[in-house]
């Protein structure tokens, strides 16, 4: 059943006529009685909920992503050091599980060109509309200019890419299976992972980024979760709560 998109306002009705298109979602009239809906406001698209909660943004300009970009520390964070931004390397990078592209906007505010690949029509409308908002603002317009998003799968996009198209770096952060001690995690991004799921097919995913990826691949796991199977690893770098699990290419450049 295609999700739905709520948007009450006259003058976003185009804009809603546009995600409805792009992402087979259904214009509703009405908020649904029960479950979650897209709402698109006069300034946001948001994930709401009958029973409620913070809404859901992807949002690149204020907020955390603002704080991080200025204050985040650069190229000494972690995420920078796993895909391999050191001296003057400035690698090309597909961030292949884009959820609300948080990961793929410290990257790309670091220099990176990164293609964000969605597969939610949920994630990709909310990261569409934060595409749109960064563009308009000075502060994140020339970052936002170096993401594209495309919505696809990626374990089947991936391997349509042409030989010259092939990017230095795989990025991988897939949903982690709820362990019961997320307790802590907040009610909205409850709300974002009880509408995207698990994400039980990335070991899949992972074999198809190791066959593209020039340079290397790169899995982000909670600090002390399970690496993903199948594949060895060929290092690790710890963060606080993450760690970021490395892959060397199949085929490398
Ligand atoms: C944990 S979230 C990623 C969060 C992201 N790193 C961020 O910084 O906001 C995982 C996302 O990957 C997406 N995903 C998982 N497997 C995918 C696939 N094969 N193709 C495209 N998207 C995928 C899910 O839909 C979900 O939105």
Redesign the pocket.
Known sequence: MPFPLYAPLPETLERAAELARRYGLELVATPPDAGYWLALTATRLELAAAEGHGAVV?DFVEGAARHRREFGGGRGQPVAKAVGLKGGAMPSVV????????????LASLGCTVTL????P???ALVDDALLRASSDAGTAPIAARMTLVH??????LLTLAEADRPDVV??????PDTGKSAAAKKDMKA??SV??D?L??D??LV?AMAVAKKRVVV?RPRLGAPLSGVPRTGELPGKSTRFDLYAPKKPA
């Open positions: 992807a961030d292949a599980t884009a959820g609300l592209g948080r990961d793929a906007f410290v690949i969605e597969r939610s949920v994630a990709a696809a799968d990626a374990a089947e996009w990025y991988l952060d897939p949903m982690f974002f992972q995207i799921g994400d097919d990335a899949r995913l198809a982000k």
